[in-house]
């Protein structure tokens, strides 16, 4: 049997009502007060997906599995009992009262909600190659690939202000040459690759797009910012494949109204939230811009100031839309009391 995507039902989230695991149900029926993230919305982990996906695509980084919401149905998935207990229902009234069966609009268990993500072979956890990476270091044209790959993570990240990004939920493949045999002739010779090849793969994206920086408890770091890599200047190319979008604010408004028409299939859809989440992305987008311009590092990047940008009374027309300054600018002033988790 082949895997060939990753389902994400939305009641089913780390925070959901149906999450199968049972600490998260104790601690959501014991400590209400610190479940989930106070940043992020609840229940919208599996937009936070596709809408990571989205931006990939707009920016051509090519780093997160092609992802969008869909409905499906499992009898896998963790239903409730009273859903259970429909299904046997009607199931039983069809075999035995066909002619009443037919009338069902739908049978079986109900087709939930969430997100679905192309599975991609040949990956590892990022942690597992990094470690082998420091005893066999890439070199040549690998290692500039690498830190080009590590620097579109960086950047889709940054600009989604992801909270969970840790060295477990993003992958490496790296496929490096094959040595000949050393057998006789009648073995053969094994198939050679000039280089090694390496590539990233972002995935676990759900809890991202919050609606304000993270300032109560946890920062929520990114955790590649520790790296080596992360101490190296965004490459030229990198800058060249990004700037020239994010430096356009007409291409800003526009990931913003693609984001707005994705969030607003939830039926729990809140214009103000998205509103505030789209404030904060805009203020990362400023910060990566600015730090593109000035050839700083990802280090440098995350150590800047988290900045919101948030649309001015009126502000909407044709020619505003074209002007940063149509926006209000303002600073967090409250730092979360841990910085390190």
């Given at each position: ?30 400590c209400p007060c610190c479940f989930g993230r106070s940043c992020l919305p609840l229940n919208q982990g599996y937009l936070s997906e596709a809408a990571a996906s989205l931006v990939d695509q707009k920016l051509n980084l ?63 956890d990022a942690n597992c190659w990094l470690a082998q990476f420091d005893q066999e270091p890439l070199t040549g044209d690998a290692k500039v690939q690498f830190q080009q790959q590590f620097e579109r993570l960086v950047i ?186």
């Amino acid at each position: 049997m082949e895997t060939i995507g990753v389902f994400k039902p939305k009641n089913e989230e780390p925070y959901g009502k149906l999450n199968p695991k049972w600490l998260k149900w104790m601690q959501r029926m014991c400590c209400p007060c610190c479940f989930g993230r106070s940043c992020l919305p609840l229940n919208q982990g599996y937009l936070s997906e596709a809408a990571a996906s989205l931006v990939d695509q707009k920016l051509n980084l090519n780093i997160v599995p092609r992802t969008k919401v869909v409905r499906l149905a499992a009898p896998t998935f963790n239903y409730s009992r009273i859903d259970h207990a429909k299904a046997q229902t009607k199931q039983r009234i069809m075999d035995k009262y066909p002619n009443i069966g037919r009338h069902f609009h739908r049978l079986g268990l109900p087709p939930k909600i969430g997100s679905f993500q192309l599975f991609v072979s040949g990956y590892k956890d990022a942690n597992c190659w990094l470690a082998q990476f420091d005893q066999e270091p890439l070199t040549g044209d690998a290692k500039v690939q690498f830190q080009q790959q590590f620097e579109r993570l960086v950047i889709l990240d940054y600009i989604i202000r992801n909270t969970d990004r840790g060295s477990d939920n993003w992958l490496i493949r790296c496929d490096r040459p094959v040595k000949s045999s050393d057998g006789n002739e009648s073995e053969g010779t094994s198939v050679r690759h000039t280089s090694d090849f390496v590539s990233v793969a972002a995935i676990d994206n759900g809890l991202a797009f919050p609606f304000k920086h993270p300032d109560e408890w946890r920062a929520y770091p990114f955790h590649w910012a520790w790296l080596k890599q992360a101490r190296e200047p965004f490459s030229e190319e990198t800058r060249k494949l990004v700037l020239p979008h994010i430096d356009d604010l007409d291409f800003v408004m526009e990931l913003c109204d693609d984001l707005r028409r994705l969030f607003e299939t939830d039926q729990g859809f809140d214009f103000q939230t998205f509103e505030r989440q789209m404030a904060v992305m805009r203020g990362q987008i400023l910060n990566l811009c600015q730090a593109l311009k000035e050839g700083r590092s990802p280090m440098q990047l995350v150590q800047m100031p988290p900045m919101i940008i948030e649309k001015t009374v009126g502000q909407g027309t044709s020619k505003s839309r074209t002007r940063w300054d149509s926006f209000k600018q303002s600073f967090q002033k409250r730092a979360p009391f841990f910085s390190c988790c």
